[in-house]
């Protein structure tokens, strides 16, 4: 007989997300998605200046500021088909890709590691025997025996004080886990040795952004960081010299570590390249812009249908037709008025809550559509269109992953292992290391532009009359994201995000067709269903981030809190 679970919410997360699966026979044979949160920008914004939408739709969340900042500016600059310099392009592009980085390695060793690592069975561990395999995995400097024990002995330390926190809530000892003492020390130890590097990287965003979270440097038009080599004010070669030296000092771990880890406890998991592909349809957009215009990137994008490499149809500008017309969100399962699915330009945002009723609506979140089907977005949708593109770093990276994990694993693993859960966070890791490598590049460029005597970095916007319309994309850490943007008569007039996590986290169809977190549970092996941990290990493979919600509902129009803005 089928069992049903709720796990509500999901934690580790952004946001609050409710996942019910049907289970029969020890494996999920339906699944439902429910965001449990409104987000209430769109209403916010309404009548607004449009210069002032970036700084508005960076607080849809605390962890995802830098995207929402860049896909809004870029949406406004797109509707009044406005070029950026190239100076404000670069720093734009230090901004996002150092910001990636450190999403990406929050995300596996802070939030998702823990769902296969047990911390527990870390304190049992041969620490000589984990150093001597962490040095046979990589020459990272760090792994050695004094730093392993070290750690340890501080992990041991901490489970005394029975003051474990996060850790308290771990499904320790579950069957589902399967990593040896000495790999749950080695992850243990580059957990904490990743905090480090989340400080470094997170400085470049500061440096250039004048503030992190929530930068303060952005401008519809470019960037108000002014250049003067001959002012200690503006932005200064011992500035760009800084964030050079930090660029060098994330460098080894992301590739010496980071790649390493990944590729390592995912060879010890091959099992999960079985589980969570769910749908595979990919989309993903160009980014890292190199021209004013939005036309050469470092970074490509385009779309894949049903996991066909060889589908692969390339997204190119920022003014691109393709992408531009095939985008839509359904609401027939969504707490929405209505029952439609439309281009964002022409949607209404008006809540109906009715109750949770998995045959109707159930979820907050809209769902999104590309070509009138579901697609998934994310790092594992990114990375596989840029190796369908030909893109030479991200094809040098994935055989680096994928070559430690044969060798590991003692059989040969070829990229289709990608399309599944553990797949979605070699992809993730790849593209840490990819971002590594342009941060480099927009660095030179910008050095070298400025060397030039070029030192403009804004172009200033001017509104007309009547109505215009834009849409800004950017390939965020979570996956693609787009703001659509209507302007009448120089005010916003509609504005719609159409989030990575909406297009994952979403519910069911017009079509009833699943969205990519209830797809990717079907089949998926549940173990124990008091713990399901299996759960949780595929949807925390998708990063969700749910705090697009930010606003507060009350159907009977009461008053739920008041806040003085001072």
């Known amino acids: 007989m089928a069992k049903r679970i709720t796990v509500d919410p999901i934690t580790r997360i952004e946001g609050h997300l409710r996942i019910d699966v049907e289970v029969d026979d020890g494996k999920v044979k339906n699944a439902w998605s429910s965001g449990q949160m409104w987000r209430g920008i769109e209403v916010i914004l309404k009548g607004r200046d449009p210069r002032e939408a970036w ?39 230090l901004i996002v890709a150092a910001h990636g980085i450190f999403d990406h390695m929050t995300h596996f060793y802070h939030l998702s590691a823990l769902d ?45 004080s029975g003051q474990l926190g996060v850790y308290g809530s771990g499904y320790w000892g579950h069957p589902a886990m399967k990593l040896s003492p000495e790999v749950n020390l080695l992850a243990a130890v580059h957990y904490f040795q990743a905090l480090d590097c989340q400080r470094e990287v997170n400085k470049i965003v500061a440096i250039l ?41 994330i460098k080894d771990f992301v590739k010496k570590v980071y790649l390493v880890d990944v590729a390592a406890i995912g060879a010890f998991y091959a099992d999960w390249t079985k589980y969570g592909a769910g749908v595979l349809n990919y989309l993903s957009v160009p980014d890292l812009p190199m021209d004013e215009k939005g036309t050469k990137f470092l970074l490509p994008g385009g779309y ?45 945002t008006k809540p109906d809550y009715t109750g949770y009723d998995e045959d109707e609506k159930y979820s907050w979140v809209k769902s999104p559509n590309f070509k009138d089907k579901p697609a998934q977005v994310g790092p594992l949708a990114h990375v596989l269109c840029m190796y369908a593109a030909g893109h030479e770093p991200t094809k040098k990276y994935i055989n680096t992953v994928l070559n430690i994990a044969s060798q590991i694993a003692g059989t040969k693993i070829g990229i289709e292992a990608l399309h599944s859960t553990i797949g979605r966070h070699a992809a993730r890791a790849v593209r840490a290391a990819v971002l590594t490598d342009t941060l480099d590049v927009s660095w030179s460029a910008l050095v070298e532009n400025i060397g030039k005597g070029d030192y403009d970095t804004f172009n200033s916007p001017k509104f007309p009359r009547g109505e215009i319309k834009g849409f800004g994309f950017h390939e965020a850490p979570r996956g693609m994201l787009s703001h659509w943007v209507v302007i009448r008569d120089g005010k916003i007039d509609n504005y719609q995000t159409v989030v990575p996590s909406t297009w994952n986290a979403g519910p069911r169809n017009h079509k009833d067709e699943l969205g990519p977190y209830e797809a990717s549970l079907i089949g998926n092996p549940i173990a124990d269903p008091e713990k399901p941990l299996e759960v949780i290990r595929t949807i925390h493979s998708f990063d969700p981030c749910l705090a697009c919600a930010c606003h507060l509902y009350d159907g009977d129009n009461r008053e739920i809190v008041k806040v003085r803005v001072l």
């Open 55 to 93: 700084v508005f739709t960076q607080r849809i969340c605390g962890v995802c500021t830098t995207v929402h900042a860049i896909a809004s500016v870029r949406a406004v600059e797109n509707a009044l088909d406005l070029e950026v310099p190239l100076n404000a392009q670069y720093i734009r592009n």
């Open 304 to 348: 894949i249908e049903n996991g066909d490499i060889s589908t692969f149809k390339e997204i190119k500008s920022f003014n691109d037709e393709f992408f531009r017309e095939n985008v839509k969100e359904s609401i027939k399962h969504s707490w929405y008025d209505g029952d439609w699915n439309r281009h964002p330009w022409v949607e209404e």
């Open 209 to 249: 952004g004048g503030k992190n979270p929530h930068i303060q440097n952005l401008a519809v038009g470019g960037v108000a960081n002014p250049v003067d080599p001959n002012s200690p004010a503006p932005l200064t070669m011992e500035q760009l010299l800084h964030v050079k030296a930090l660029i060098d000092n």
């Open 116 to 160: 296969w690592v047990d911390l527990v069975s870390a304190l049992n561990a041969d620490a000589k025997k984990a150093a001597k395999l962490a040095s046979q995995l990589s020459d990272w400097p760090k792994n050695s025996y004094n730093e392993f024990k070290a750690i340890q002995d501080r992990l041991r330390k901490f489970v005394a």
